[in-house]
Nanobody, 112 residues
Framework: QVHIVESGGGWVQPGGSLRLSCAAS????????ITWYRQAPNKGLEWLSN????????NYGDSLEGRFTISRDNLKNTVDLQIDGLKPEDTAVYYC?????RGRGTQVTVSS
């Protein structure tokens, strides 16, 4: 079976940082383009970033203001999303996707 699991979310104060991680079972993550999305309360799914299988090519959504960094460790079979300077509007469930498979997400809550 193919599974994606996101982790690393939690509660953080504005200005803080989090490092989200995406792991897979049932397939080799390093073979695929990986995409991160998020869905804020009462809003649609927002595309955030993707990274090529070899990690050389990265793309980011225009609204991210340089605060997000995607990376991958193909030895560990993981893809991370570092978020700095967190804002309340970053509150959302964050998902990663590979080969059409998306995990259940990890909740990020930013508040004081």
């Amino acid at each position: 079976q193919v599974h994606i699991v996101e982790s690393g979310g939690g509660w953080v104060q504005p200005g803080g940082s989090l490092r989200l991680s995406c792991a897979a079972s049932g397939f080799i993550l390093s073979d695929y383009l990986i995409t991160w999305y998020r869905q804020a309360p009462n809003k649609g799914l927002e595309w955030l970033s993707n990274i090529s299988p070899n990690g050389l090519y990265k793309n980011y959504g225009d609204s991210l203001e340089g605060r997000f960094t995607i990376s991958r460790d193909n030895l560990k079979n993981t893809v991370d999303l570092q978020i700095d300077g967190l804002k309340p509007e970053d509150t959302a469930v964050y998902y990663c996707e590979a080969r059409g498979v998306r995990g259940r997400g990890t909740q990020v809550t930013v508040s004081s």
